[in-house]
């Protein structure tokens, strides 16, 4: 069998489809995939191709790719032409997700322009800061996020979905895109961190950034039709075409990119949901819509196939599963398998974050069975390095700080020049805070820097803690943290999401954790409760409400 480096050689070497060249970005020399889009536009226009194939699902309204096109076009002529959008002005939008955000999308960024995607669980104070920080020409929400802020002005001009959107649809349909020019480094989005401390800050996101999420994402999966081809495995002709479910939100660069931007890219339909997350709902959704692809956020996952009619509904469609907003513990991990066999079998998980926008690291199938901790090897044109606290590459099996280079990083954090210089260093390198080794050229993350626990001396990685008590038959969740202690500096606090049925003694989950791991790691304080762990719109645990250090401002719906 090919190593995975042989069948990147052989994919990406002189005249192959992701032929890598080295050319200047940004200042420096770096390698970057030689035959690719040169910008959102271009992607958009390629879809014109796809015809009348189906790209929007959204509750009763279907959108064909033709007509979306169309559409788009249409919208982008009323932005330039009623509100004056200009290559890098800023549309901001706030809603939920719902084929107006996905159209207002590719009309502002066809026409050079920058889409502040705000996150749609902020509330009034929150959203205020997001506009203000953005400035944007124009803000497109729906009503609901429009009510949150009662009487209070946003301070720009204001497109409320449910009334107004359709008239910017029916502007000028038939005519063509508004003609602009676009370079690759040019500004496309800015992504709002999840904002776990302090204000959430915009990360500056490119065309080139975006336009490289696409590639990364076809070349990984070219490199595992390789390895199916390999093992003899062929395709099934009988199988669905490509339709993938998305969950997540669209101000979340899973949403946004890989649901919205890299399914266009592939011709592929998307099914969106809006409102609060339902997994009943996601199961007859796959069964209704065939739906092959689907990717879950934080507890998603769990609450599909924990679900009690999971047996009910025909889940054959699905080809592959994915996971993101932390890590997916084994026993999740098998789960899904156990629930979608033949999905299970392909599924995937990838490193990245808003800054990075691409996915620097990336494993599945097989592999990921065999090292269901790590996120795999470094993908190609990303360089990963791990650093101790001076700033020296440490070698394989040491743990420090991940730093990331490649040709998409963000431009950096929108008007935040500080806070720029801190995450981008000399030659681009970003400082991405998290805690990662290396073994045999994969990588494991074990946790943010800020988790880490500090006990007696010993450092100790909520991470591993918490995979460990989720293998647990009668916990659905856990969350890890430290605790203040006069004489140990912090102790480890375990809070703990129940199965249905009776509780567990907490003796009884101290000897659990005590089986597995050393015993400075066994958390000396438990909570244990019914209602799931507070998270935020990127699915993660919001560890500063659970220590109370926080309220949980965040509503989804």
């Known amino acids: 069998m090919s190593s995975d480096a042989e069948l990147f050689a052989r994919l ?33 226009l390629r879809s014109k191709a796809q015809g009348a194939k189906e790209y929007i699902v959204h509750g009763a309204r279907r959108i064909r790719y033709d007509e979306h096109l169309d559409l788009v076009a249409s919208v982008a002529h009323a932005l ?23 159209i207002a999308f590719w009309a502002t960024v066809s026409i050079g322009g920058i889409v502040a ?17 953005s400035d944007p020409t124009l803000l497109i929400a729906d009503r609901k996020r429009l009510a949150r802020l ?91 075409p490509l339709c ?30 809006s409102g609060r997350f339902d997994p009943g709902e996601v199961l007859r959704l796959i069964e209704a819509e065939r739906v092959t692809h689907w990717s879950a956020l934080g507890n998603m996952a769990h609450r599909v196939v924990s679900h009690p009619d999971v047996t009910r509904y025909d889940l054959s469609s699905i080809q592959s599963v994915g996971s993101g907003g932390g890590p997916t513990s084994p026993e999740i991990q098998e789960r899904l398998r156990k629930v979608f066999p033949r999905g299970g079998a392909n599924m995937g998980i990838g490193y990245g974050l808003s800054e990075s926008v691409t996915a620097v690291a990336m494993i599945g199938g097989e592999e990921l069975q065999r090292f269901p901790t790590s996120v795999g090897r470094p993908m190609p044109t990303h360089e990963i390095e791990i650093r101790d606290s001076k700033g020296r590459v440490l070698p394989e099996g040491q743990e420090g700080e991940i730093f990331i280079r490649s040709p ?41 820097a800020r988790d880490m626990i500090l006990r007696g001396g010993e450092n100790i990685y909520p991470v591993e803690i918490e995979h460990r008590l989720e293998a647990h038959p009668q916990i659905a969740e856990a969350a ?38 050393a015993p400075y790691k066994v958390p000396a304080h438990w909570e244990l409760r019914r209602e799931p762990l507070p998270r935020n719109a990127a699915g993660k645990v919001m560890k500063q409400v659970l220590r109370g250090d926080a309220k949980n401002a965040f509503t989804e719906e």
């Open 12 to 44: 990406t070497g002189p005249g192959a489809p992701f032929e890598i060249a080295v050319e200047d970005v940004l200042g420096e020399r770096m390698p970057v995939i030689a035959n690719r889009a040169r910008s959102l536009r271009e992607l958009l």
């Open 80 to 102: 330039r032409d009623r509100y004056g959008v200009r290559r890098g002005d800023r549309v901001a939008i706030l809603a939920e997700n719902c084929p107006e955000w996905l």
């Open 117 to 133: 995607a705000l996150n749609g669980w902020w509330q009034a104070d929150e959203i205020l800061h997001g506009v203000a920080d």
């Open 150 to 240: 009662g009487d209070r002005d946003p301070g720009v001009p204001v497109l409320e979905i449910e009334s107004q959107f359709a008239e910017l649809e029916g502007y000028r349909r038939g005519a063509e895109l508004p003609e602009v020019d676009i370079a690759e480094d040019d500004p496309a989005v800015i992504l709002y961190t999840s904002g776990t401390t302090g204000r959430a800050k915009g990360a500056v996101n490119t065309h080139r950034g975006i336009c490289g999420f696409v590639s990364i994402g076809q070349l990984h999966g070219l490199k595992n039709m390789l390895i199916a081809a390999e093992r003899g495995v062929k395709p099934d002709p009988s199988a669905p």
């Open 244 to 273: 993938c479910l998305l969950t997540v939100p669209l101000f979340h660069l899973s949403g946004l990119y890989s649901g919205c931007v890299s399914m266009l890219a592939a011709g592929a339909k998307t099914v969106w949901r």
């Open 408 to 448: 998409y990083l963000m431009l950096g954090y929108w008007r935040r020049p500080d806070a720029t210089a801190e995450a981008l260093l000399p030659g681009r390198w970003l400082r991405t805070g998290d805690i990662g080794r290396f073994e045999d050229g994969r990588l494991y993350i074990n946790s943010r």
């Open 480 to 517: 890890v943290f430290g605790v203040d202690h006069p004489e140990l500096f912090q102790e480890v606090k375990a809070v703990v999401v129940l199965e249905p049925g009776p509780a567990p003694e907490p003796d009884s989950l101290d000897a659990w954790v005590r089986e597995a791991l």
